[in-house]
Each structure stands twice: as structure tokens, then as C-alpha cells.
Nanobody
């Protein structure tokens, strides 16, 4: 069974830091590119960071220099270290494969519950 469980979100002041964590099923994690996405209510979900199996990374321009993605292949976890947070970083953050995992039975994308990050003074 596929599982993606995100945690670590919360309320933080502008300029603050948070570390998000994602626990993924081994079946979808192993050898696949993983990503962190975020979604603001009413807007499309966007990919903000990705990491391939050998730790090569890419970042959206909006977060480059402030966010670091990492993975622990032994533990099947992916982390997102976020620094110098801005109000515009406020969103629900999700982890998933890149591209997102699709069920083989119905073709639908599968997403975890996400974790809310709110940047506000």
C-alpha cells in the first residue's frame, strides 16, 4: 500500500525556519525522484524542490537559496529544510514522486494529507 506522510509544518514568523519530513512507502521511494510540492488554496499545486536517487537536486526559483531538500534512502524519508521564510511561502506542503505517483488501478494521482506551513507575524 502506498503511503506518503508529511509532518513538521506549523506557524513561524517571517525570517524563521522549519524542517518538514516525509515518510514514504519503500515501494514508491526506492530509486525514484522525490519532490516537495506546495499548494495555496485556489491555486495549482507547484513543485518547489526535487531530489533524484543519487541526491542531485533542483529548486524552484522562488525558493532557491532558502530551501534544501534531502533524503535518507535507508529510512525512506525526504526532508525539506526551509530558512528565511516569507509570508508567500504559506501553503500546504506535500511530498510525492516527481512526476506524482499514479494508481495503477484507476490512474489517479495519490497524495498524502500534507502539512500546513503558515508564515506570519
Amino acid at each position: 500500500q502506498v503511503q506518503l506522510v508529511e509532518s513538521g509544518g506549523g506557524l513561524v514568523q517571517p525570517g524563521g525556519s522549519l524542517t518538514l519530513s516525509c515518510a514514504a512507502s519503500g515501494s514508491i521511494f526506492r530509486y525514484n525522484t522525490m519532490g516537495w510540492y506546495r499548494q495555496v488554496l485556489g491555486k495549482q499545486r507547484e513543485l518547489v524542490a526535487r531530489i533524484v536517487s543519487h541526491s542531485s537536486t533542483n529548486y524552484a526559483d522562488s525558493v532557491k537559496g532558502r530551501i534544501t531538500i534531502s533524503r535518507d534512502n535507508a529510512m525512506n524519508t525526504v526532508a525539506l529544510q526551509m530558512n528565511s521564510l516569507k509570508p508567500e511561502d504559506t501553503a500546504v506542503y506535500y511530498c510525492n514522486l516527481d512526476p506524482p505517483y499514479r494508481s495503477s488501478s484507476n490512474g489517479r494521482e495519490y497524495w498524502g494529507q500534507g502539512t500546513q506551513v503558515t508564515v506570519s507575524s
